[in-house]
């Protein structure tokens, strides 16, 4: 084993596909419908990747923001009309409330799935169906280890766990299939004028129907997959750092005026209405949203670590310090059948590239100035290299949009038995994780209060 957080040894891992690539069991979870452009390897992966990078682009990122903007409008209106407290205080379990938020905004700018905040509070099955797709969804996703683990002879028996995580896989697949059913027959009757369309998954089948020389398509088992798996990261590791940012923000007031202060800056007149000018003239202006929605993410990365096999023999470039304190370059001897460990977290919480404050919540390590550069290399929530991921984009501009909305309307507040308590009973109860397909937040319980200049 090799454990790696050094940033040019981790360039290195991540730029040579062939000497170390990915272990296939760690896949198991997101391969249920069959491979897709996470799980492949070698040509197989290339073939993915170019069938699935058509789907974004400039037109979705503007379709991103205004979908976010839209859904978050529809929670406010939501939030508003809730039970107040003494304070004018309404109280909100965050990560239900962020899983619902992404998942919508992922739905629409997506997939061309438009379902407002409130109709979706409580979806009933549609004709023909025993499960409506949200909670079919987020049933498969809450239950994805169990379906790894499972024996299949095991479903058979009297669990309802079990019986309720096979009707989800087994809904979801339904409503995926007629998705991609629908969106094919869309494309057909707009004679091919849809295939320049915005949402991504118009333009993933519309990339798939065409045959190009050289370049094969993905199967439908293959499509699926891929559907399954944007759906999946695209809600999940964006409500889960929105659900930390929240929390984040709650227990630093210092930063959430910071945040407010940027948000009435930009929209001195109250929240914009028109999603696309809103994306041309404010998200490059939004920057202290993106910092925060940056640092919650060095904190709390998706994924902790990801591992790699050693298919040769190879050597890692490595450091170390003198007694004399001088850094010494020397090479690591790593041979065939090793793992390398990308250790994310570890690399995340390095002082050498995050500087003494490594472990405070700081926004403002990710703004340049004349004598420092916050270090692109060791950011790696999204990964690095040729395998990155391609939704960075899409989850970067919703979180931004999300937030800035937020603390132009509100103040985020501890809840009343933590506003007296120690750092450390904060951290315990707002920031707890578990480690499920992806590192998520335990439900946490903060209020929203309407700001006095809100507008």
Known sequence: MFWVCDTVALKQIANDRHTFPKRPETYQAIMFYG??????????????????KAAFGESNNQLVWAESMR?????????????????????????????????????AAGFGRHVSFMADEHPSPPPGYKMAFRPALLT????????????????SLPIEVLKNTDLAYSELKRHLEEMISRTR??????????????????????????????????????????????????????????????????????????????????????????????????????????????????????ETRLSKMVSQDTRLKARKWGKNGKEEHYEVVVPQGSTAWLDIWATHMSPEYWGPDVNEFKPERFFDTDTYKWPRDAYLPFMIGPRSCMGQRFAELEGRCVLAHIASQYDILL???????????????????????????????LRFVKRANAV
């Open 140 to 155: 498969a996703v809450h239950n994805m280890a169990l379906k790894v683990l499972a024996p299949r002879w095991a479903y």
């Open 185 to 302: 027959a869309q494309l057909m009757g707009d004679s091919g004028q849809g295939r320049g369309q915005a949402d991504l998954f118009k333009r993933l089948i519309s990339a798939n129907e065409v045959e190009e020389e050289g370049k094969a398509k993905l199967n439908d088992s293959e499509l699926l997959s891929n559907t399954y798996t944007f759906l999946l990261a695209g809600h999940e590791t964006t409500a889960n750092a929105l659900s930390f940012a929240c929390a984040l923000l709650a227990m630093h007031p210092e930063v959430q005026r910071k945040l407010q202060a940027e948000a009435d800056t930009v929209w001195p007149d109250g929240l914009p209405v028109d999603g696309a000018e809103s994306y041309r003239e404010d998200v490059n202006s939004l920057k202290y949203a993106e910092a925060v929605f940056r640092e919650t993410t060095r904190l709390f990365p998706a």
């Open 71 to 107: 859904t978050v409008k529809e929670w406010f209106e939501a939030l508003d009309s809730g039970k107040k407290d003494m304070q004018g205080a309404v109280t909100q379990e965050v990560h239900g409330v962020m899983t619902r938020l992404a998942l919508l905004i992922i739905s």
């Open 415 to 445: 809840p009343p038995e933590l506003e007296n308590a120690s750092e450390e009973e904060k951290n315990k109860k707002l920031l707890s994780w578990d480690i499920r397909v992806a590192l998520t937040a335990k439900d946490v319980t």
């Open 35 to 52: 491979p897709n452009v996470v799980s492949a390897e070698g040509q197989d992966w290339r073939r993915h990747r170019d069938a699935t």
